[in-house]
């Protein structure tokens, strides 16, 4: 493993791209969908990871896929890694490994990018394959439908799966990794146009949920995920530790109240894990071996405010 640079000339920061894009499904060269046959790794800090974490629950996949939970705060490597300290002996208990990246280079032994989470390995060998948030939860939406519980949420419905997928890219850019683009930014002008980004983005979907619970009316769906893992670090970490400074959620009426209204949903607030968050972006959060964005961890803010009554059920149409 050795540092890659994702910052680019003119100070942007440009996320790598994920390397292990192989899909599930029936076909010979697909994934085998399987039960108990793969683990899901993550860190609860990670929006991404987060984002599977909490399909994986909505669906019910808990029973078929198994979950490994890295440490918070990095190792101190001379790479960018991730630990299972958490665990006894301080490996994943059914993996056998210390770090992430040893399953990421059992699977390509000249793999020399980030080991990011969420990453599915399958048990059988040890490897990752699959570490492409972009298509993971709409894989559990779809290929793995056989394993979901019985009244689980139709999360990628077939008529909005073009909508959603658009919507999701607009999410992604402007605000998911908006927000990493302006922390991670290496120059004034590279910082400035990703925070308007964030803000413009925010202030649109202000709108939209004024007068629908949902970001598809009266449906749950991937989209609600994805937007949500963002707001929930937002006034917890990117506010401050990125620099998106404008505004809190908190200070949006129609966002603050939908965050809250997605975090009282079972597979949502049970799956946040705040003090992790605030550990990680404060304490180890990196882009290279060399950068932490601080040494102090700050105290607040409250979290109490998130269980608060937030109203959203009155827009339901049906």
Request: charge should be negative; include cysteine; glycine fraction near 6%.
């Amino acid at each position: 493993m050795t540092k890659i640079n994702e910052i680019a000339r003119d100070g942007n920061f440009k996320r790598q791209i994920n390397n292990f894009k192989t899909p599930f499904g029936d076909e010979p060269d697909e994934l085998l969908v399987e039960a108990n046959r793969y683990r899901l790794l993550w860190a609860p800090v990670c929006p991404w990871a987060h984002r599977s974490i909490i399909v994986r629950r909505l669906l019910g996949l808990e029973e078929v896929i198994s979950l490994g939970t890295a440490d918070p705060l990095r190792p101190n490597l001379d790479h960018i890694d991730w630990a299972f300290t958490l665990d006894e002996d301080e490996q994943d208990p059914v993996l056998g490994i210390h770090y992430i990246s040893e399953a990421y280079l059992k699977a390509d032994p000249d793999y020399t990018g980030r080991p990011t989470v969420p990453a599915v390995v399958d048990i059988t060998t040890g490897k990752v394959v699959n570490n492409d948030y972009h298509e993971l939860t709409y894989y559990w939406e779809t290929t793995w439908k056989k394993f979901h519980k019985a009244g689980s949420p139709d999360l990628f419905p077939k008529h909005l799966r073009t909508e959603i997928r658009a919507l999701n890219d607009v999410i992604y850019q402007d605000i998911n990794n908006g927000v990493y683009k302006a922390g991670f930014a290496r120059s004034q002008e590279a910082y400035e146009a990703a925070y308007d980004g964030v803000f413009a983005r925010l202030d649109e979907l202000e709108e939209r949920l004024a007068n629908q619970r949902y970001l598809f009316g009266d449906q749950l769906t991937d989209s609600d995920v994805r937007l949500y893992v963002t707001l929930a670090r937002f006034d917890i970490a990117y506010n401050t530790a990125f620099r998106v400074n404008r505004n809190r959620i908190k200070d949006y009426k129609n966002l603050w109240g939908y965050a809250r209204d997605l975090y009282q949903t079972p597979g949502f607030g049970d799956t946040t894990d705040f003090e992790a968050i605030k550990l990680h972006y404060f304490i180890s959060t990196t882009i290279d071996t060399k950068t932490t964005v601080s040494k102090i961890l700050p105290k607040g803010p409250d979290i109490a405010d998130w269980l608060s009554p937030h109203g959203r059920e009155k827009l339901n149409k049906k």
